[in-house]
T-cell receptor, first 115, second 117 residues
Framework: GAVVSQHPSWVICKSGTSVKIECRSL??????MFWYRQFPKQSLMLMAT?????????EQGVEKDKFLINHASLTLSTLTVTSAHPEDSSFYIC???????????FGSGTRLTVV | QKEVEQNSGPLSVPEGAIASLNCTYS??????FFWYRQYSGKSPELIMS????GDKEDGRFTAQLNKASQYVSLLIRDSQPSDSATYLC?????????????????FGKGTKLSVIP
């Protein structure tokens, strides 16, 4: 149980275009979704926290106009990387708190390459 | 700023040996502590969680927590080549941005473990 499905698994896009990443909670309702970014050989860095029906809160240094987060329903949160640049190339992962207990479940991640 | 520190490794152990992974954290109000395993190119998967001082055992894995020393460790007994991965220590505490009552995980950089057959 407590599965988060993330799509796409990988995407290559041209510089200046936008890319949307989706995370769906399949068997539970995720009122809060966390979005992380991981550069090679680095740890997961929290980018933002999205709450269903309200605006996301962004960590310091993360551009809210560049990384658009929408959490329109209890089962779907999306991250749109707008006007992507090569330095945005990274591994993006979503996460939600599991409904029972205190743990967190992660999506499978999206490898974004901007060329 | 909250910090979670881990030795980046690599840590190499022979098959069948005990692997010991360590983690320290800076925020004393941290409530919950997690160990995740991450294979290259994959997302993290939960290995263990621990909330109170002492040891917690689950199969070949034992997590140890010492809140006074702000220290968490993970022991892997009878290490197998399939255990070769990066192990991430994560600490749950109050969110720095999402407001009162919100919590977030802060991750260490991870320790790369190699189990040699």
């Amino acid at each position: 149980g407590a599965v988060v499905s993330q799509h796409p698994s990988w995407v290559i896009c041209k510089s200046g275009t936008s890319v949307k990443i989706e995370c769906r909670s399949l068997d539970f309702q995720a009122t809060t979704m966390f979005w992380y970014r991981q550069f090679p050989k680095q740890s997961l860095m929290l980018m933002a926290t999205s709450n269903e029906g309200s605006k996301a809160t962004y960590e310091q240094g993360v551009e809210k106009d560049k990384f658009l987060i929408n959490h329109a329903s209890l089962t779907l949160s999306t991250l749109t990387v707008t006007s992507a640049h090569p330095e945005d190339s990274s591994f993006y992962i979503c996460s939600a708190r599991v409904p029972q207990g205190d743990g967190y479940t992660f999506g499978s991640g999206t490898r974004l390459t901007v060329v | 700023q909250k910090e979670v520190e881990q030795n980046s490794g690599p840590l190499s152990v022979p098959e069948g040996a005990i692997a010991s992974l360590n983690c320290t954290y800076s925020d004393r109000v941290s409530q919950s502590f997690f160990w995740y395993r991450q294979y290259s190119g994959k997302s993290p998967e939960l290995i263990m969680s621990i909330y109170s001082n002492g040891d917690k055992e689950d199969g070949r894995f034992t997590a140890q927590l010492n809140k006074a020393s702000q220290y968490v460790s993970l022991l892997i007994r009878d290490s197998q080549p399939s255990d070769s991965a990066t192990y991430l220590c994560a600490v749950k505490g109050p969110s720095t941005t999402a407001g009162a009552g919100s919590y977030q995980l802060t991750f260490g950089k991870g320790t790369k473990l190699s189990v040699i057959p």
